[in-house]
């Protein structure tokens, strides 16, 4: 994955019903809702401390806890929050009982995570998750949860992960236009992948039915015979036990995803067809060309498990690889854009190292779902328990899991998009991920390995190398072409966006 740096959006929310500020919110944050419609914030509870959106203070006449904040009355919410993450656990509890509006800045989950990670606590794999990481961090039972009155803090700052955290996810799901929707097909042959959809993204509904884990690998049944084992979930190293733990009861904005890419030698599966396999690639995607990297090709297949809300922010999958994405439980929904799409909330650096968006996934659907399902390049899906998903390489991809749920995904590289993953690890060395260490020339080793067992392809994958970067060099010029920001369009410019019978040529630029 590649991994992006994150910008938090901080916008105003607009006036909250209720003087109490005990009522939920009433209307969206967005301004695209029909009042009568019950939409994605429609049923969020009141936040448990009395914190309200900083535009209710316009309309109060009580108190205002801010102004007990003293010299600190200077700084505004954000760098209040940035000061506290210096503070250890004991000097932010202190200061947090200096008065009300710090109070409800020192309880915020997002600096406990941060206290939990750097503690002890962090690097065990096994301890009793409590619901929140500062009760975890601390070792509050539920009874003991922060009670004080916080009707007069008013932040948007406090508020919005709050909002962001309960809103709705399915409603994003819903009513997505005809125009958008990912094609869904039942099964495909190698051929048809080939001659027509290798550059597009589709669901398949009956092509995963056969694998043993489709039928047996439940939640609970991962839980009954995998308790003890330890996976990845981002920062941490967890037990699958005190993953589910975590799963069942927190109240996280992005809540930590478990991806894990050794998975199946944790859990003692095998891949691949054969006896006793547990799930094998399925053939409609041919030949996985990193296969003839060996044990030297870079981590291709992880276990995916995740709680309601959790996902992947945009990205483009690494190395310019295509991937199959299989729920085996749960439901996922899927915004995609073509390579060369500018996606709206995400900033790409000229050379397509850094990628930024909204903090978190329910933070960009809020802000802009709306503007982007707009857009002719879009396309959107659910692909549902059974059902796996294809990624073209390049395609921009947001993931959001609407179930809890488990998935299996892989990425590889098919021979339609050989000279695309050339160019890549070419010209983008320093952005190649997922090789061990000692493999510095990832694009010397695939050439070397490509003239050693398909010299043909080889020369064929050269050859729409260069082509494209004629073509590239042709449109902007040599020394505009700086990365894979797309050109500004122009009577001259050619490169389509695979909307037809996809083999118009959107892949990445050299
Ligand atoms: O299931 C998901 O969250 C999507 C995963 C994904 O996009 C990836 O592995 O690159
Ligand atoms: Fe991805």
Redesign the pocket.
Request: proline share 4%; aromatic share 14%.
């Given at each position: 994955?590649?991994l992006p740096f994150h910008m938090r959006q901080v916008s105003a929310l607009r006036l909250e019903d209720g003087a109490d500020g005990t009522r939920p919110l009433s209307h969206s944050m967005t301004g695209h809702d029909n009042h009568d419609e019950p939409n994605a914030t429609s049923a969020i509870p009141p936040h448990p401390l009395g914190i309200r959106p900083l535009g209710n203070k316009y309309l109060s006449d009580g108190d205002d806890a801010r102004r007990f904040l003293g010299a600190l009355q200077v700084l505004p919410d954000e760098m209040l929050m940035q000061l506290l993450d210096f503070l250890d656990c004991r000097t932010l509890r202190l200061f947090g009982y200096t008065c009300r509006f710090l109070f409800a800045c020192s309880v915020s989950d997002d600096i406990w995570k941060t206290i939990f990670l750097e503690s002890e606590l962090g690097t065990e794999s096994s301890f009793k998750w409590r619901g929140t990481w500062r009760a975890t961090v601390l070792g509050l039972s539920p009874e003991q949860k922060p009670q004080i009155d916080c009707r007069s803090v008013y932040s948007d700052v406090l508020h919005r992960p709050f909002v962001c955290s309960h809103i709705s996810l399915r409603h994003f799901a819903k009513d997505i236009p005809p125009v958008n929707k990912v094609d869904r097909l039942g099964d495909l042959s190698y051929n048809e992948f080939a001659e027509r959809w290798s550059k597009k993204p589709f669901i398949l509904t009956r092509c995963i039915q056969s694998w043993p884990v489709t039928r047996s690998w439940t939640l609970e049944r991962l839980l009954s015979q995998y308790a003890d084992v330890v996976f990845r979930a981002e920062a941490v190293d967890w037990s699958f036990a005190t993953y589910c733990q975590y799963m069942r009861d927190n109240h996280d904005e992005s809540p930590l995803?478990l991806?894990d890419r050794r998975f199946a030698e944790k859990m003692s599966l095998t891949v691949g067809k054969g006896e006793g396999a547990a799930y094998w690639k399925p053939d409609c995607f041919g030949p996985d060309l990193f296969e003839l990297l060996g044990p030297e090709r870079p981590a291709h297949r992880?276990l995916?498990i995740?709680p309601e809300g959790?996902?992947?922010t945009f990205?483009k999958?690494?190395n310019a690889t295509s991937?199959w994405?299989a729920?085996v439980q749960g439901a996922?929904y899927?915004i995609m854009f073509p390579p060369l799409a500018s996606v709206p909330g995400v900033f790409v650096s000229k050379d397509s190292s850094e990628v930024t968006s909204p903090l978190s996934i329910a933070e960009w659907l809020l802000e802009f779902h709306a503007e982007a399902r707009k857009l002719p390049e879009c396309r959107e899906g659910v692909c549902e328990a059974g059902e796996i998903l294809h990624?073209p390489s390049g395609w921009w991809?947001l993931?959001?899991?609407l179930e809890d749920?488990i998935?299996l995904?892989q990425?590889f590289v098919p021979e339609s998009h050989l000279g695309g993953v050339l160019s890549f690890l070419k010209d983008k060395a320093d952005q190649v991920s997922g090789f061990e260490n000692d493999t510095c020339d990832a694009y010397g080793l695939f050439v070397e390995r490509l003239r050693e067992q398909r010299p043909a392809l080889l020369e064929d994958g050269l050859r729409q190398m260069a082509e494209k970067k004629r073509r590239w060099d042709t449109v902007v010029g040599d020394d505009e072409c700086g990365g894979d920001q797309p050109p500004k369009k122009s009577a001259g410019f050619s490169f389509g966006f695979g909307f037809g019978d996809g083999d118009e040529d959107d892949d990445e630029i050299p």
């Open positions: 994955m590649l995803y991806f992880w995916i995740g959790s996902g992947s990205h999958d690494p991937a994405n729920v996922k899927w990624v991809h993931v959001v899991n749920g998935a995904t990425n």
